[in-house]
């Protein structure tokens, strides 16, 4: 895993729940090509990663919160969360934001289900 980019966990269970700290499309603190879609599937192997620390999986998320630099790219978004979810479909909300750490055009927080 690599080193959180401020003073938080990235991941962290709370009795049945896991929450996962706003996951970007970086590999290593580095942002990975592709713009929206590049960085959207990084972001959701990286969500993939910090819930398999705890024994979960992305069928565990309940509920995830977004947040693109532009909406422009909202269809851009979708599809590659698509990509990444495939057929599971938790509960979501999308927000628009000025701008990410390190330059990034994607975020993707989670709050997943499962019980211990």
Do not use: W
């Amino acid at each position: 895993m690599s080193k959180p980019l401020g003073p938080y966990s990235p991941v962290v269970r709370a009795g049945d729940f896991i929450i996962v700290s706003g996951q970007l499309g970086a590999e290593h603190g580095t942002l990975v090509d592709g713009g929206v879609a590049g960085q959207t599937a990084q972001a959701v192997a990286n969500l993939f990663d910090r819930l398999a620390e705890m024994g979960a999986e992305l069928t565990d998320v309940v509920k995830t919160t977004c947040f693109l630099v532009d909406m422009d790219s909202f269809a851009t978004f979708n599809a590659a969360y698509v990509e990444g979810f495939g057929n599971h479909r938790p509960a979501r909300s999308t927000v628009a934001v000025r701008e990410l750490p390190i330059g990034a055009v994607v975020e993707i927080e989670a709050m997943a289900y499962r019980p211990l």
